[in-house]
């Protein structure tokens, strides 16, 4: 079966530190890798999207970056963190079956910036 | 464009029914889904409905497609204390990565 994880669970980290948030997937192969953003328990706002290793898109520009080293491993990295950086992270995988596309979600990462 | 949109509130009693409602802009999408989130959890995929029927049911779970409407729902039978979460529905379009617009979500209260 497939599993998706997640770390850290939660983050406390001052304005202009760095980050890393790293997110990876079990049992299943060359999947598309998923970024949101969700902000006071409410919407998801994509981040970043991946259907291969080392392919990258981002849908909103903003001082956080993503890369995909390993084929089920995606990182979350911001240079400087701003405050406008909290929220809660969510990481998603997908594989296409047959038309459908349903994504499936990590834990999260709670991230607060102070 | 993509827009899904649902109402931000639902307060229900315990062992009421529930009805979840989203609207939609974009009539290409292909499958529409349900998802639950728990609260400080990630997002639990419920159900799906391709864009070709008008309904399905899983157990206390249905699902109502009007595409003529653009409009999706989510009814829980014999709603329980559990089902307390935020509910989003979702889209996604044939051809292109994958893309899953989300709605702005649902928060389900139920009251014991």
């Known amino acids: 079966s497939q599993t998706i994880h997640q770390w850290p669970a939660t983050l406390v980290q001052p304005v202009g530190s760095p980050l890393s948030l790293e997110c990876t997937v079990e049992g299943t192969s060359n999947p598309n890798l998923y970024w949101y953003r969700q902000a006071a328990g409410r919407g998801l706002q994509l981040l970043f999207y991946?259907?291969?290793?080392?392919?990258i898109s981002s849908e909103v520009p903003q001082n956080l970056s993503a890369s995909r080293p390993q084929d089920r491993q995606f990182i979350l990295s911001s240079k400087k963190l701003l405050l406008s950086d909290s929220g809660f992270y969510l990481c998603?995988?997908?594989?296409?079956?047959?038309?459908?596309?349903?994504?499936?979600f990590g834990p999260g990462t709670r991230l607060t910036v102070t | 464009g993509e827009d899904v949109e649902q109402s931000l509130f639902l307060s229900v009693r315990e062992g009421d029914s529930s009805v979840i409602n989203c609207t939609y802009t974009?009539?290409?999408?292909?499958?529409l889904y349900w998802y639950k989130q728990e609260p400080g959890a990630g997002l639990q995929l419920l159900t799906y409905?391709?864009?070709?029927?008008d309904m399905k049911q899983d157990q206390r779970l249905t699902v109502l497609l009007n595409k003529k409407d653009k409009h999706l729902s989510l009814r829980i039978a014999d709603t329980q204390t559990g089902d307390s979460a935020i509910y989003f529905c979702?889209?996604?379009?044939?051809?292109?990565?994958?893309?899953?617009?989300f709605g702005t979500g649902t928060k389900l209260q139920v009251i014991p």
């Open positions: 974009d009539s290409s999408s292909t499958y």
């Open positions: 979702a889209e996604t379009f044939s051809g292109g990565y994958q893309k899953v617009t």
């Open positions: 409905i391709f864009s070709n029927m």
């Open positions: 998603a995988w997908s594989v296409r079956t047959g038309g459908r596309a349903e994504q499936y």
């Open positions: 991946s259907v291969g290793i080392g392919q």
